[in-house]
Structure formats: C-alpha cells, structure tokens
C-alpha cells in the first residue's frame, strides 16, 4: 500500500508541475489472454491512444517469453496534431510445442520518442510509455482448472451476484461447481452458498453465478472453491455491504428542573460488523430565533460490532424558558458524521426530545459526495502513475529499444 500510495503522489507531484496536462498515451486492450495452440498463427489488433492530440512519434517494440515469435507490423507511429488514436497489428506465431504448462507473457511497448529540440534542453520531460500484456495459457496435462470471483457493490436486503470465472487449461473437459463461504471480519461463518454445475471444455471458460441477499451492514471475506472431479481451483475477494452506520436510537433526560444542569442519555446503534472507536456526539438546541442557546458534546466512546451504547452530555438550563426548540445532533465516528434534526420541549420539570424523520444521513467531514469531476481527475492520476511507472522501468533497462 505504501508503494501505491507514493506512486500516486509522485504522479500528482508531476501533474501539477507539468501545469495539470492530460497529455498521455493509452493502450486499449490492456492486457489479452490467449490459449497455446502448436503452430497456430494469431493476429492482434490494438488501440493506442493520444489523449492529448498533440503531434508525437513512439516506438514499438516486444519482449517477453514469446517476443521471438512476434512480428509487428510496423515498429513506430506518428500522430499527427489533433490526431488521438491509431490502431496497430501484431502477429504471433506459437512454436509446435512449450514444454512447461501455464502462463507466458509478452509485452508490447509503445514509448513516445522525444523530439530533437526537446532532447538538447536543460528541462524535465516525463515520457509517456504504455504497454499491452499479451497472456498465453499453456494448457496442463488432463484436467486442470483456474476460478477468478468478481463481487458487485452489494446492497442491505438486495439480491445481487457473485460471477466465478472458470477457465479449464487442462488437456480434458471438466465438470465444475462453485462452493461460496462468506465469513466476518472475526473469521465466523456468515453464509455457504452453492452454485449450478456446469461443463467447460478445453481452452474454454464458463460463467458460474451465486445469488446472495446481505441481512446486515459490514465487511466481509468472500472464499469460493470450484470443485472438478477429485481437484478444485479457489479465489477470494473483500467486500462491504452499505456504508458504516452509527444512528441515535434515543434522547431522554430524567429527574430534570428547569434552571438546573439537565443531563441527556443519548442512546446509540452500530449497524456495523466491526468495532469503531472514538465515537462522540455533538448536541446544539437554538431558539425561535435561530440563535444557539445550548451546545455541547459528550465523551468518547468505543462500540462493538452492532452494539447500543449511551452517551452523556449535559446542559446549564439556568436563564432558558419553557417551550418547544428545535436542535440537532452530530455523531462523529471513523471520518463520518450522523446527523439528526431534532425537537426539544422543556417544562419545569421536564425534557422530552424528538428525533425527527426516520432514516438518519452519515456524511464525510468534508460535508460532500465526490462529484462527477472526481472520476475524471482520478483516472488522470491513475494514467500518470502508469507513466511513471513506465518511466522507472525504462529507467532500470538503461534505456530504450529501438526496432
């Protein structure tokens, strides 16, 4: 995590210095998977893309396990100005046979090649460099399988699917079943789901789906195994139902006199799987016109998983007069906030709080949802790290290819 969190800082630190310039090149499809086939002849179609349409020229090179037996059809492009995408083709031919099953991979390199003014100057230039993963399976002997689980965004109380991806890279078909175990964050069991059996034949794949609906809030560890005849194939994945949830159950003061210090039991409820810590609330009570009369916080405090816990806090009613005043509330906890809109009437000797409205809104600190811009500027830095990961990795070759 600390290599991925540097990565997207650097590229962040380059974006602003290059003046936020999305100018960068892509690769569609990123990577491709094939199967082994002796003697075969495949030919492979890529996109690469100018995201900035600025004139530029890149090299094209391969290397990997098989780059011997690529031929490129050409090996540099030119984008002329305003020109964004260019389709290049790559043929490969397998061998009459590899001797060790599993994965190969090759790797086709597009770099972009700096201009020659730009070359003799003093400044910094980020280069930008794709690659596009070409996987080939070689098939294993008899019967041999590989799961790949993908998780949706799961809902409370929707049924959603789990999709399991199997791909048979064995010599013969196999029958396959997928078993689901979901466990807690403590390890505890949750749920074990089954799926349909299905046939899937050499150097083919096939789709097993599991249908699930969450009874609760939380995280959780999602195991499947793919049974085939004696063997089996497993894959996991994290995955969050909802969003963490502290809500007010209640608001009651006891044995109150109007002009005294009234104590309030604010009652809590944790819709979530894990414990979360430094939890604390936030009172404020104003008056008919709208100045804050009253405001305080309570102590911090810890909730285990799907625990109620109450809160005090407390409040000098010496100079407040009866009647009806509308508050709220904010529970703080985990770079969230709760927040409740509530109705206060006080008697002489009473308090009594409504909490109004059913469903309560957490929020991040910051008050706002990530607008829609926010997937624009992440897939910007997602591209500049991928350049500069190119970068280093020309960087440790000591330069670049040619031809």
């Known amino acids: 995590m600390k290599k991925i969190a540097l990565t997207v800082l650097a590229a962040l630190v380059f974006w602003s210095a290059m003046g936020g310039s999305a100018h960068a090149l892509g690769i569609a499809p990123a990577d491709l998977e094939i199967m082994f086939e002796p003697m075969a002849e495949k030919v492979i179609t890529i996109k690469v893309l100018n995201s900035g349409g600025e004139e530029m020229e890149a090299g094209i090179y391969a290397e990997g396990d098989l780059a011997g037996y690529v031929k490129l059809n050409e090996d540099h492009i ?60 070689v098939p294993y002997p008899g019967k041999y399988a590989k799961a790949r689980l993908f998780v949706p965004n799961f809902r409370l109380n929707e049924e959603n699917n789990f999709a399991i991806e199997v791909t048979n890279l064995g010599e013969e078909s196999i029958d396959a079943a997928a078993v689901l175990d979901i466990t807690g964050p403590e390890g505890e069991n949750v749920t074990s789901l089954e799926s349909e059996k299905v046939t899937v034949m050499p150097k083919d794949k096939e789709i097993l789906i599991v249908k699930w609906t969450p009874a609760y809030r939380g995280e ?45 039991d604010i009652l809590l409820k944790s819709e979530w799987n894990r414990k979360v810590s430094g939890i604390y609330a936030q009172m404020a009570i104003r008056n008919a016109t709208n100045q804050t009369i009253g405001d305080f916080k309570t102590p911090d405090v810890d909730i285990e998983p799907f625990e109620q816990k109450t809160l005090n806090a407390y409040w000098d009613t010496k100079g407040v007069e009866k009647g009806a005043y509308d508050a709220n509330i ?45 997937e624009t500027a992440l897939l910007i830095v997602i591209v500049a790290a991928s350049n500069l990961g190119w970068v280093w990795y020309f960087r440790r070759k000591g330069g670049i290819k040619k031809g």
Do not use: N
Not at 232 to 246: N, P
Not at 345 to 350: A, H, M, P
């Open 78 to 137: 030119r984008f002329s100005k305003g020109e964004t995408e260019k389709l290049i083709t790559y043929a490969i031919t397998f061998p009459p046979a590899i001797d060790e099953p599993g994965d190969r991979i090759t790797r086709i390199i597009i770099t972009e090649t700096p201009k020659q003014q730009e070359s003799k100057g003093t400044g910094i230039r980020v280069v930008s460099s794709v690659g596009h993963i070409l996987k080939v399976h």
């Open 220 to 264: 959780f560890l999602a195991k499947v195994r793919v049974k085939y005849d004696d063997h089996s194939a497993r894959d996991e994945k994290y995955i969050t139902v909802g969003e963490l949830l502290i809500d007010v159950e209640a608001i009651t003061v006891d044995r109150f006199f109007l002009g005294e210090i009234a104590k309030f």
């Open 330 to 374: 904010r529970i703080h906890y985990a770079g969230k906030v709760t927040e409740r809109e509530l109705r206060t009437y006080v008697t002489l000797e009473s308090i009594e709080t409504e909490i109004i409205g059913l469903s309560a809104r957490a929020v991040s600190k910051g008050g706002k949802s990530p607008g829609p811009g926010s």
